[in-house]
RNA sequence: GGGCGAUUAGCUCAGUUGGUAGAGCGCAACAUUGACGUUGUUGAUGUCAGAGGUUCGAGUCCUCUAUCGCCCACCA
């Protein structure tokens, strides 16, 4: 073995040695900002530009291997296009997170000294919120710098901060006063548990074995599921069409005998009633639910409070009032059969119940004052960069939505992903924004009372009213709100900041399937609104990281995969790896040790390979392949057969580079893995062992050999610079040993062509 | 109820615009003191879910069916 062979490469490669050493060289080398390529002379100022933003993870706890996912996708992306010479912007930060945030502290503080919000003021319990959110923050930065990930930390990010606020409160303020964000009465899904209102989006489905309760109605038999809300129903609603009640005519009244006493009952015929399901005829409660305020809406009946915000039923219930509605359904049924008005219970009924799946409780619709964005509103288009659309036109947010995407401005990878995105689109209700949660951007409206506690003044503005006798809404915002302002808050909107200037639109947006409609939709809605343009250019779609079975890893099935320990036992390129191979754009993967266990083998193949190539290439110059100028030395020439294999990896460089073009990550990746083992060592080096091993002096010899030298270094550096966006540890690593006299770090050599 | 996706070797999955079925792991045999503790070579295994259609030609495009998974809607 030559003597100038660095002593590290003796050894198996050792990530753990080596990767937090880089991770400091890079972040110290300040390349990881545009602006210092620029100043260092690497990128050329009139270089195109290629941002994102990185999705902010909340600062609830820890990264998953989903994250780990999109951290490496998006870190190939930048170090790719950092490489090719762009203006490349990867901005970090972390998402408040609003009600998941609020709701471990929460969690936390009940189990440890059963306590609840409740037991503190508002600025005490939010302090205990800052702590834990700190905590959180700190520990995610640490475990994205743990993944390479190539981000620019002096341009870090948090949706909660005060630059944040400013943009949320001019949003707010902007859409306020074009009337798009209105105050007003409307079913919304109301957390008992929490004490707040939450999204459509929030909410998940269980099913539920609930008696399905027969009972007479009059003349009428009707079916429901609860019982405890019927106190006050006085409509009953059938199909126009049914035969059974043709002759009961709309809006006629009858007297029924009801649980409480008489009711005069009011008829009622809709369309939205089902035939099939049960007799035909209910009764409706539009204050606690979805489709009966519907229909109250559209014949205008009367609505009424049955149940209040805790839960309770209310003096509406008559002796019943008071108890809680879990507890109230047994005292119904009691009452309803001494009141003989029950026909039949039909024991196998299944009912869909609503629960808030930021871990709360389930939900009863209730009527309440919120804010709201109007998404069907006309308004007149400010100046817009919309193909399609232009200032002045009468457009709606839904409309704006549509356009961005049809119009192929945003355009979704993979493609089918759109469909989704409109079907959801077309169906949007306005977007209620206010949350009574404490942990969040505070609503920007004030209020001043009047002596007889009626609201006198509304104001809403980025700072506070002056004068005595303002108060601030105690409502909070949806904390998705704030993260569809992410692509251009973080760069400095409102003020028309350089940043802004050069890095928006986006270029990319790099999330997973699960996010489109909470955050994908929202950014395009705030981007199109306040800026007229659209938040990026294309939007990148991973699927779910499942577990070796193919199952959702979850905290109940034990079956999560910490990428921090995947990086402990194999290296954060052997984890890069195993999470970009055969995963395809949109598509969900398993996660396998035993491929991440190979993809370290490949690592140190790599780290072989060099070795080799290094100690058969000791007595040639490296600088007369790369050097410039007068420093450049002479080039051996190539034999036919190496230089069939110099143009079978130029084409090689071809492709890798178009499918990382092309978001086919898993295809470079997997091609230069098989191109490396398969191509390089085990066929190309067995190859040239016996040229490089010839001792002869014959001509056709030295040159057979020198040609030899030539390939395998042209090789090594070519394919160390493809793999860097790739495996940027094991390749910086490698390169930092390489005899070049003059080279910079590899994460910002040069691209090869 | 509406929509989306998957179905290819024992397992995990590629197969980019239609042109002779691929990789990794596993398996079998052989070789190997080697650049390689983590090696190489060779090999076996496929009605590409099923049926029909378009085409000179279909894993790939179209139609239908089946099974599995997911999303949306949510019937009181």
Known sequence: MPEDIHPKLLKPYNPQETEDRLYKKWNESHLFNPDECIAQGITSPSAPHFSIVMPPPNVTGTLHVGHALGLTIEDIMVRFHRMKGERTLWLPGTDHAAIATQVKVEEGLY??????????????????????AQNSHDTIVNQVK?????????????????????????AFKRMYDAGLIYQGHRIVNWDPKLKTTVSDEEIDWAEEKTPLYYLKYGPFVIATARPETKFGDK???????????????HRETVEVPWINGTVTATIIKDESIDMEFGTGVMTITPWHDNTDFDIAQRHTLDKEQIIDFDGKLLPIAGDLAGQHIKKARPLVIEKLQNLG?????????????????????????????????????EFAMGPSKINGIKEGDTVTLKKLMLAAVENGQVNFVPERFSKIYFHWVNNLRDWCISRQIWF???????????????????????????????????????????????????LGWPDETPDFQNFHPTSVLETAYDIIFFWVARMILMSTYLIGDVPFKHVYIHGLVLDGQGRKMSKSLGNITDPLVMIDKYGTDATRLSLIIGTGPGNDSKFSEEKTRGYKHFANKIWNATRFVLSNTADMSWDSLFAKGANAGVMPEYNAEDQAHRDALTALVVEVTGDIENFRYYLAAEKLYHYFWHTFADQIIEQKKTALNATSTAPEDVKNRKSAQRLLM????????????????????????????????LMVETWPQ
């Open 341 to 377: 008005l029950i026909e039949k219970i039909d024991e196998t009924y299944v009912h869909n119940i609503a629960k808030n799946s930021r871990g709360g409780g389930v939900i009863e619709p209730q009527i309440k004052k919120q804010w709201f964005i109007a998404v069907n509103k």
């Open 440 to 490: 969040g951007h505070r609503i920007p409206v004030w209020y001043k009372t009047g002596t007889a506690g009626k609201t006198e003044e509304i104001y809403c503005d980025i700072e506070a009213p002056v004068g005595e006798g303002w108060e601030q809404d105690s409502d909070t915002l949806d904390t998705w709100f704030s993260s569809g302002l992410w692509t251009f808050s973080t």
């Open 146 to 170: 743990r993944m390479g990930a190539s981000v620019d930390w002096s341009r870090e990010a948090y949706t909660l901060d005060e630059k944040r606020e400013k943009a949320v409160r001019t």
């Open 714 to 745: 042209e090789i090594l550096v070519t394919v160390l610079k493809l793999m860097h966006p790739f495996i940027p540890f094991v390749t910086e690593e490698i390169w930092s040993l390489l005899p070049l006299t003059q080279k910079r770090i």
């Open 235 to 249: 409509y009953v609603v059938m199909h126009p069409d049914d035969k059974r009640y043709a002759k009961y005519k």
């Open 111 to 132: 189990k440890k000294e059963g306590k609840t919000r409740f037991d503190y003021s508002r600025e005490e319990f939010l302090g205990l919120v800052r702590d834990f």
